[in-house]
T-cell receptor, first 114, second 112 residues
Framework: DAGITQSPRHKVTETGTPVTLRCHQTENHRYMYWYRQDPGHGLRLIHYSYGVKDTDKGEVSDGYSVSRSKTEDFLLTLESATSSQTSVYFC?????????????FGEGSRLTVL | GNSVTQMEGPVTLSEEAFLTINCTYT??????LFWYVQYPGEGLQLLLK?????DKGSNKGFEATYRKETTSFHLEKGSVQVSDSAVYFC???????????FGKGTKLSVKP
């Protein structure tokens, strides 16, 4: 296991409020990813990082921003949450030496926006 | 770009039944293929993988063979248990960001 922890694991918030989800890993993996999981859609990539302060957008990045100031932490921020962002969010990591492409996942953060 | 299609669920089986979950893919080049499993309330765990054509991945009684000629990676298990109840995701490499591309998932329920 890559030692990935996500916080908070559950959060209920109201429309228009900012929300930050944290992903912390202890394996010194270079690559980190944020996915969201929704029924009928599987997992879709929101943002990813290929190193400290190096981030880029995925396929569903609108309304989300990320930051990575340390190797071990990758933050996902919803600047102004909307009901369409109600979802389960997963962080994943990949080591530089992982040439098969395998990702390691955290346990997820369930976000409900009322 | 690369994509993956897996059979829609849910799938309900009796204990000891044979399981097949179909997965087909579209890809340029030679992707690695994966099956991940998600137990209720948990994150995704790697179940098995295959990195080249004709490779067979196996774990916990599950198997899948990388078939390049049919672009498939079907998941099979000869005798399912109640504890196999979970959501199964087929995935492949080839995302432009070095990410994995996932199917929509297939929920399996096994009844005693």
């Amino acid at each position: 296991d890559a030692g990935i922890t996500q916080s908070p694991r559950h959060k209920v918030t109201e429309t228009g409020t900012p929300v930050t989800l944290r992903c912390h890993q202890t394996e010194n993996h270079r690559y980190m990813y944020w996915y969201r999981q929704d029924p009928g859609h599987g997992l879709r990539l929101i943002h990813y990082s290929y190193g400290v302060k190096d981030t880029d957008k995925g396929e569903v990045s609108d309304g989300y921003s990320v930051s990575r100031s340390k190797t071990e932490d990758f933050l996902l921020t919803l600047e102004s949450a909307t009901s369409s962002q109600t979802s389960v969010y997963f962080c994943a990591t990949k080591g530089l030496a992982e040439n098969t492409g395998e990702l390691f996942f955290g346990e997820g953060s369930r976000l409900t926006v009322l | 770009g690369n994509s993956v299609t897996q059979m829609e669920g849910p799938v309900t089986l009796s204990e000891e039944a044979f399981l097949t979950i179909n997965c087909t893919y579209t890809a340029t080049g030679y992707p690695s293929l994966f099956w991940y499993v998600q137990y209720p309330g948990e994150g995704l765990q790697l179940l098995l993988k295959a990195t080249k054509a004709d490779d067979k991945g196996s774990n916990k009684g599950f198997e899948a063979t990388y078939r390049k000629e049919t672009t498939s990676f079907h998941l099979e298990k000869g005798s399912v248990q109640v504890s196999d109840s979970a959501v199964y995701f087929c995935a492949l490499t080839g995302g432009s960001q070095g990410n994995l591309i996932f199917g929509k998932g297939t929920k399996l329920s096994v009844k005693p």
